[in-house]
């Protein structure tokens, strides 16, 4: 069992940078892969970036793509989004899952795990 708690949001101008942490609990962490996604208002949850549990491969949504990185420390089981040069449409609540496929995936039914979401709000 895995228990995620996301951290780091906010409100921000467009332009400025925030960075997401989620934390997560147990001790198989380090053979999840881990994703974020977002949801905006009244629009479905969709990908933003994926990691694999070693932390070697890594893959972005193209909206987000040379904006954020996503990163991960194993030894403090913790994923991080990095998220510069932020745009209006980027406000959504961002959400950290995790899924037994260490590469990580794109789809959001392969992560069985999640957290509560955090809310990034970008004004223009």
């Known amino acids: 069992q895995v228990q995620l708690v996301e951290s780091g949001g906010g409100l921000v101008q467009a332009g400025g940078s925030l960075r997401l942490s989620c934390a997560a609990s147990?001790?198989?962490?380090?053979?999840?892969?881990m994703a974020w996604f977002r949801q905006a208002p009244g629009k479905e949850r969709d990908f933003v970036a994926s990691?694999?549990?070693?932390?070697?491969?890594?893959d972005y949504a193209d909206s987000v793509k040379g904006r954020f990185t996503v990163s991960r420390d194993n030894t403090k089981n913790t994923v991080y989004l990095q998220m510069n040069t932020l745009k209006p449409e980027d406000t959504a609540v961002y959400y950290c899952?995790?899924?037994?496929?260490?590469?990580?995936?794109?789809?959001?039914?392969?992560?069985?795990?999640w957290g509560q979401g955090t809310q990034v709000t970008v004004s223009s």
């Open positions: 899952a995790g899924t037994t496929s260490t590469l990580g995936d794109r789809k959001q039914e392969k992560y069985g795990y």
């Open positions: 990691i694999s549990a070693r932390g070697i491969v890594t």
């Open positions: 147990g001790r198989t962490f380090s053979s999840y892969g």
